[in-house]
């Protein structure tokens, strides 16, 4: 004889095939039992995926029966996230600079600390039409060169990653946004000799959010950080500055002047990039702070600026808004 509960799916309770309204309960009160920040959220996202239904289709129609494939699935996701899984990982998507990337194992999972960066760029260059030349080093899923290009219409990118996995993805990420025609992506190691050769230019904008979590500090890290974000995207050597000496190092050659250069930085380590940029010639250091109020983006330029309103480097907070406004070109 076989026995019903054979087929069933775990966690269900006594019926084989939950409604979209009880699945949405039980997903939440497993998650919330595994200690989820966000139980409700995280499961509604999940039974989207599961079911291939739009939040109002959840909403319009909470007593509809998933399937046994669905229910399963819903199920498997659910134990995804209890393992500590991000949700946008499990789902293969991410929202940044209200646009949609696609995103994999082999990508940062993009942060919305990083729109700090954008909003810096747009803050040193006023003129939107500019036909600017960006160069984007370690670009990942492509979020901050592709955001970058729909902000500038006229500009053109090249966004450099080690990973050839990753470059596929931000490639795939240029064509489904509309920006193919003005994204280039290249396979390069920027530790090696070569690197800004191969890089091209000169640029009017560098950005990078390199790796920059110091070796010893990664398996301390969140899980959802430690086990899913790729190591290569975090490890930023024994102190995490590698990557920031390796791309001041070069920044002066890759840009024109005028050029404008922005940089994430990690927790605490803006007064070491500051040091690092000034040294390597660039003037009119700005720190732009994150949602959080912690220091996020050093930025600079090649040419001392005329006007400078905000924070220069190395002073005391500032809102954050009015920073960067007097670069505009
Ligand atoms: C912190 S992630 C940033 C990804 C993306 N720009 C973002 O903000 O979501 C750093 C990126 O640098 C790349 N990377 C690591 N080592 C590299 C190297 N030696 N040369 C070029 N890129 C490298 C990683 O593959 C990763 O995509």
Redesign the pocket.
């Known amino acids: 004889m076989i026995r019903r509960s054979g087929w069933r799916p775990r966690g269900w309770g006594r019926k084989a095939v939950p409604t979209l309204k009880d699945a949405l309960r039980e997903g939440a009160r497993r998650l919330a039992e595994a200690g989820a920040g966000t139980p409700q959220l995280d499961a509604r996202l999940l039974l989207q995926a599961a079911a291939g239904r739009s939040m109002e289709e959840l909403l319009c129609n909470p007593d509809e029966e998933l399937t046994v494939c669905q229910s399963a699935q819903f199920d498997r996701l659910i134990g995804r996230r209890i393992m500590r899984e991000p949700v946008s990982r499990i789902v293969g998507r991410r929202e940044f600079w209200s646009l949609e990337f696609e995103i994999s194992p082999e990508?940062?999972d993009?942060?919305a600390d990083?729109e700090t960066l954008i909003e810096a760029v747009l803050g040193q260059v006023a003129d939107r039409q500019r036909p600017l030349r960006i160069l984007?080093?370690?670009?990942?899923?492509g979020?901050?060169l592709l955001a970058l290009l729909t902000e500038f219409p006229r500009a053109r990118g090249l966004g450099?990653?080690?990973?050839e996995e990753?470059l596929g993805v931000a490639r795939r990420n240029a064509v489904r946004l509309g920006l193919a025609g003005r994204a280039d992506f290249l396979r390069?190691?920027?530790?090696a000799a070569d690197w800004v050769t191969q890089a091209g230019g000169p640029y009017d904008v560098v950005i990078s959010?390199?790796?920059?979590i110091p070796d010893g500090e990664i398996s301390g890290l969140a899980p959802e950080v430690a086990n899913f974000d790729?190591g290569?995207?975090?490890a930023g050597g024994e102190d995490g500055l590698d990557?920031y000496r390796i791309i001041t190092g070069s920044v002066a050659e890759l840009l024109r002047e005028p050029g404008w250069v922005a940089l994430?930085a990690g927790f605490g380590q803006a007064g070491a990039i500051e040091g690092l940029l000034r040294a390597a010639g660039l003037e009119s250091l700005q720190v732009r702070d994150d949602m959080n109020g912690l220091a996020r983006v050093v930025a600079a330029q090649t040419a001392p600026s005329e006007t400078l309103t905000g924070r220069p480097a190395g002073r005391g907070s500032l809102d954050c808004h009015t920073d960067l406004r007097n670069w505009g070109i």
């Not at 984007?136 to 899923?141: A, N, V």
């Not at 959010?209 to 920059?212: D, F, K, S």
Request: charged fraction near 20%; include cysteine.
């Open positions: 990508t940062l993009p942060r990083s984007d080093i370690g670009t990942g899923s979020c901050l450099l990653d080690i990973s990753a390069c190691d920027i530790r959010n390199p790796p920059y790729p290569i995207a975090l990557f994430e």
